[in-house]
């Protein structure tokens, strides 16, 4: 840097704009470990099955799945503004009609409402914050990723806290979070014309008939089957405190964060995506196998997951960097297409584990999560020559145009949060190498 170049200005120096959307972010990022914490108490307090209560997981996440086709229809529209208060509002109301719910069907059925809300929500949230934002397109992504990290690793400390009050609690509490958020946003926050180009319905459905992005989509449905199986049913084994459950989910949640955000990146630059995400699909099988075998350990239960949430941080980045390489279309699309996968078998996985155990027992559903694991690695060897491809000419961009395609990504919606992370490693690169064509014309001039 030279004394005439401006100092660079810090990303947390923003709009209040901004700060708002962030806010809600936080608070909708604390949404994925929340109700983990109460899981137990919910059974007890109800009644319910813990069949019954994964059903907490199935409907949210099933939504949100079918939700994904219309993220982009939707904001397309009505412009980002209106879709993030439309979203915050459905997460107020379903929130709070959860927590006054006296029945399990109650909560599930709101839980519904809820993943709608947040579907809506995370999937314009990162564009807003990027051309609201100061500064600076990395900057943005900086707060964005802060929001992205807080957020899910402070999620399942809350809902221990204010599970160990209530089991009410956690529901009233993103209620209250985000009824404050709602405000700040309809306040703060400019507002968003429509785009000129309008979304298509069903463009998402007819991006999967691509062979690799196909492929690549069922990788994160089998993946994140292992990963809520973990999330889903874990606590019933360890037969803890909502307080305690909850820390044990905030080391997980830290560590989801850190690997997402460096992690992968990092291990993706030296062995490649094919190689590095097959290795830790292979491991999150070992961790669901040592479930299914030890169930009954608390301790290795405990271990186990906590250890998991690096693994599936680096599974949320490397499938979604997959996914946005190798696509025959536009990002949005293509990120409406692996959410609206992926998000089934998240839904899915927890409601057969109680199912399984039902019928069999606790070692059931975590060896069969393992199986299903496994079988993400055997579709990723038949995409490694798409992937490895993709890493090649992701070292040669040229003329930043690695950095211009993510760039834009995170500004069309829907988008995925782990797109957060690929947009920073983008813009970092960029900024070391400039022009990748006239690096290499000076490097062997």
């Not at 030890?294 to 941080?313: E, K, M, Y």
């Amino acid at each position: 840097m030279t004394e005439t170049d401006p100092a660079p200005k810090s990303p947390f120096r923003q709009p209040k704009a901004v700060w708002a959307v962030a806010f809600a972010c936080v608070v909708s990022f604390m949404g994925i470990g929340l109700v983990d914490p109460i899981l137990p108490a919910l059974t007890s307090k109800l009644h319910a099955s813990p069949s019954q209560v994964e059903l907490l997981f199935t409907s949210y996440l099933v939504v949100t799945a079918v939700a994904m086709l219309v993220t982009g229809w939707v904001p397309s529209r009505i412009g980002a503004k209106r879709t993030l208060i439309g979203g915050l509002i459905l997460i107020v109301l379903f929130a709070g009609l959860a927590g006054s719910s006296g029945t399990i069907g109650g909560i599930v059925g709101f839980r519904a409402g809820w993943g709608l809300g947040n579907a809506l929500f995370i999937a314009t949230s990162l564009a807003v914050i990027v051309s609201s934002a100061s500064g600076g397109f990395g900057g943005a992504i900086i707060l964005y990723e802060t929001a992205l990290g807080v957020g899910i690793a402070s999620g399942p400390l809350l809902g221990g806290l204010l599970g160990n009050i209530s089991w009410r609690g956690p529901f009233y509490g993103v209620c209250a979070l985000m009824f404050i958020a709602l405000m700040a946003t309809i306040l703060m926050v400019p507002k968003t014309p429509p785009p000129a180009e309008k979304s298509s319905l069903t463009a998402p459905l007819r991006a999967l008939r691509h062979g690799p992005l196909a492929k690549t989509s069922v990788t994160g449905l089998l993946y994140n089957w292992g990963f809520f199986t973990i999330l889903g049913y874990a606590p019933f084994l360890m037969h803890l405190s909502a307080l305690k459950l909850g820390a044990v989910f905030c080391a997980w949640g830290i560590l989801v964060a850190i690997f997402a955000v460096f992690g992968a990146p990092a291990l993706k630059s030296r062995y490649g995506t094919a190689r590095t995400l097959i290795g830790s699909l292979v491991l999150v099988a070992v961790i669901l196998g040592v479930i299914g075998v030890f169930p009954g350990h608390r301790w290795v239960v405990i271990i186990a997951v906590i250890a998991s949430g690096a693994l599936i941080g680096l599974n949320n980045t490397l499938v979604t960097t997959a996914v946005m390489s190798i696509s025959p279309v536009t990002r949005g699309v293509a990120a409406a297409s692996y959410g609206f996968v992926r998000f089934i078998g998240g839904g899915l996985a927890p409601y057969a584990a109680g199912r399984l155990v039902a019928r069999f027992n606790t070692h059931v559903p975590f060896l069969v999560a393992a199986v299903v694991v496994l079988a993400g690695t055997v579709v990723v060897l038949t995409l490694r020559p798409a992937l490895d491809d993709a890493d090649t000419d992701e070292k040669h961009p040229g003329h930043s145009a690695i950095r211009e395609a993510v760039e834009e990504a995170v500004t069309e919606v829907p988008a995925e949060p782990e797109e957060a992370v690929l947009a920073r490693q983008a813009f970092r690169d960029d900024r070391v190498y400039g022009d990748g064509r006239a690096v290499r014309e000076e490097h062997y001039s």
